[in-house]
């Protein structure tokens, strides 16, 4: 049973390892082979988030051009986003801005997006560095980490932080009221907005800083800043 449903869209590039990501965070194995994904496919998982159990219902899509209007329709009822890229293949960094922009032009405007360095265990092979990884985040309030679908690091992490993130926005949100009350987060009028080094550089829109107990990795695996709360 869980006391909440969210519906998370993975996307990116093809061969960026979204499949793999959603497999080691649902089953906890790595597929070795590399299948194309046709169309989307779909996983879930039960995570606690403050003590209540939350299903995240992930929709795995496809990263080729043929199957991006299908994509589109998925983005419809999203309240969370992993967008990922490759950081051992640079031109799956630069085409992170697109999938941005259509994730940003066909969800919910308060679509939480989180922005994925995958592959991270192939360090000799790095052709983007964290550094820039945080960059771009930074400039588009996103939050930002690095994982590795082969070892699993950090991949939990990038479910349960946007989960974190969905359930701290919309939590004053009347469709919450009840438990599993809708098929997946329709999102509303925001609790607060989240910022922190990964999220607009810890400012809130009133120019004042808050706390929450929500405390976030750094994206390398490590403890991050807390949250900070609108006031």
């Known amino acids: 049973t869980y006391s909440y449903l969210f519906k998370f869209i993975i996307i990116g590039d093809e061969a960026v390892g979204k499949t793999c990501l959603l497999l080691q965070f649902t089953d906890k194995r790595y597929r070795t082979a590399h299948q194309v994904t046709?169309?989307?496919?779909?996983?879930?998982?039960?995570?606690?988030?403050?003590?209540?159990?939350?299903?995240?219902?992930?929709?795995?899509?496809a990263g080729q051009d043929r199957?991006?209007?299908?994509?589109?329709?998925?983005?419809?009822?999203?309240?969370?986003?992993?967008?990922?890229?490759?950081?051992?293949?640079?031109?799956?960094?630069?085409?992170?801005?697109?999938?941005?922009?259509?994730?940003?032009?066909?969800?919910d405007p308060e679509l939480v997006i989180t922005l994925v360095g995958n592959k991270c265990d192939k360090a000799a092979e790095r052709q983007v560095s964290y550094e820039e990884g945080h960059a771009f985040a930074h400039q588009n309030n996103l939050y930002f980490l690095?994982?590795?679908?082969?070892?699993?690091?950090?991949?939990?992490?990038?479910?349960?932080?946007?989960?974190?993130?969905?359930?701290?926005?919309?939590?004053?949100?009347?469709?919450?009221?009840?438990?599993?009350?809708?098929?997946?987060?329709?999102?509303?009028?925001?609790?607060?907005?989240?910022?922190?080094?990964?999220?607009?550089?810890?400012i809130s829109q009133g120019g004042h800083r808050g706390q929450s107990s929500l405390k976030l990795s750094d994206g390398?695996?490590?403890q991050g800043h807390q949250q900070q709360q609108q006031q």
């Open 220 to 222: 390398r695996g490590g």
């Open 38 to 61: 046709v169309g989307v496919e779909f996983g879930s998982r039960t995570v606690d988030i403050n003590g209540r159990p939350v299903k995240l219902q992930c929709w795995d899509t």
């Open 67 to 107: 199957f991006r209007s299908i994509v589109r329709s998925y983005y419809r009822g999203a309240a969370g986003a992993l967008l990922c890229y490759d950081i051992t293949r640079r031109d799956s960094f630069e085409h992170v801005s697109q999938w941005l922009s259509e994730a940003r032009e066909n969800a």
């Open 146 to 202: 690095e994982t590795s679908a082969v070892t699993g690091h950090m991949v939990d992490e990038a479910f349960t932080v946007t989960a974190k993130l969905v359930y701290q926005k919309n939590m004053q949100n009347s469709e919450y009221s009840q438990p599993a009350a809708a098929p997946y987060a329709t999102l509303g009028p925001s609790a607060y907005a989240p910022q922190n080094d990964y999220l607009g550089g810890g």
